[in-house]
């Protein structure tokens, strides 16, 4: 994500169209008004309109605007956005005759409304989202190849959230703080529980954790503090994680709590050393395995590993073990 969000600032000079890229749930509206706030138009106006289960003509008026028998103009997204960015949301769910007159749009920068036929000028950024098949819907003829082309000019990938492990105690940190009730101090969770979020899935993205830990909040217990554990975690969730993270022992006192109000730095290195260790020693020290499970080079798994005092030789199966006093 920090890549992504340098990659964002390196195109703030750009006017071009941008198409991000991501499953759902992964926050692919929030990048696209990212991509606006931080670019040369943000003074300007910003819209988006959702294309899915939409009807062609509603999506045409609505992007195009439409001339009323009496000559009068009722204006479309693109009216609405000049000087600014319209986004379109899942373009790929688009009706064919739109996704034309889209193309004849990025390609003359005119617009012609419904019941006309002049065309009128337009000055706007477009932006598009879509799911990771929207390539392939257009090799197979299923979206335009001409109109894919033509907003791929910036691409925009948005990771899905089991390949960004690391940013989810950052991401619960966010959403207990902002969702619990006004009158109750922010809510807390255990480790362990933590600990079933890291490894589990998520195929909902953050979107799917988001509703999570509000349900939890809903359910969590002002006294003697509010703490979300394990019994407070939807049974999907606690079976869908690994079952080291939801049976075996946490790496730390299971009773130590994840605290809103402790440094962040802290907190993101304490899980971040917490995770890498946890699949090293399922991937028994093996670094090329682990870095592929928590989406990182092995270059970039090796550095971290450095910073946070890590050693790969303790978790490989034959790693020397050390008696225990008082042991047999």
């Known amino acids: ?60 008026a609505r992007l195009f605007g439409r001339v009323d028998d009496d000559g009068s103009l009722t204006p479309g997204a693109f009216h609405q956005c000049t000087g600014g960015t319209l986004l379109l949301e899942e373009v790929g769910t688009l009706p064919a005759p739109t996704q034309a007159a889209l193309v004849r749009v990025l390609d003359s920068h005119e617009i012609v409304p419904q019941g006309a036929t002049d065309a ?62 006004r009158d109750m101090p922010a809510a807390s969770i255990t480790n362990r529980a933590l600990e079933v979020l ?64 402790r440094s962040l730095n802290d907190l993101l290195g304490q899980t971040e050393k917490q995770v890498i260790e946890h699949v090293l020693r399922d991937h028994e020290g093996n670094v090329t395995a682990s870095a592929d499970v928590l989406g990182l080079t092995r270059q970039g798994l090796y550095k971290k590993m450095k910073r946070l005092d890590i050693d790969a030789s303790a978790f490989q199966a034959d790693a020397p073990t050390t008696a225990v006093p008082g042991g047999p």
């Open 120 to 181: 009128h000028p337009v000055d706007v950024r477009l932006l598009a989202t879509a799911g990771p098949s929207l390539a392939s819907q257009a090799r197979t003829g299923s979206f335009r190849e001409d109109l894919y082309h033509r907003l791929n000019v910036i691409p925009v990938q948005v990771p899905p959230l089991r390949q960004r492990r690391e940013d989810l105690p950052l991401l619960v940190r966010h959403f207990l703080s902002r969702l619990g009730p």
């Open 1 to 60: 994500m920090a890549d992504l969000a340098r990659h964002i600032r390196r195109i703030h000079q750009s006017h071009s169209p941008v198409l991000i890229r991501g499953e759902s749930g992964t926050g692919k509206s929030l990048v696209a008004r990212a991509v606006h706030v931080t670019s040369e138009r943000s003074d300007g106006p910003f819209q988006h309109v959702r294309c899915a289960n939409m009807q062609q003509d509603p999506v045409e």
């Open 198 to 261: 890291l490894e589990y899935d998520w195929p909902g993205n953050v979107r799917q954790l988001r509703n999570e830990l509000e349900r939890a909040l809903t359910f969590v217990s002002s006294e003697p503090a509010p703490t979300i554990d394990l019994d407070l975690l939807s049974d999907s969730v606690v079976d869908g994680a690994r079952p080291a993270a939801a049976t075996g022992p946490a790496s730390d006192d299971l009773d130590a709590i994840f605290h809103p109000d």
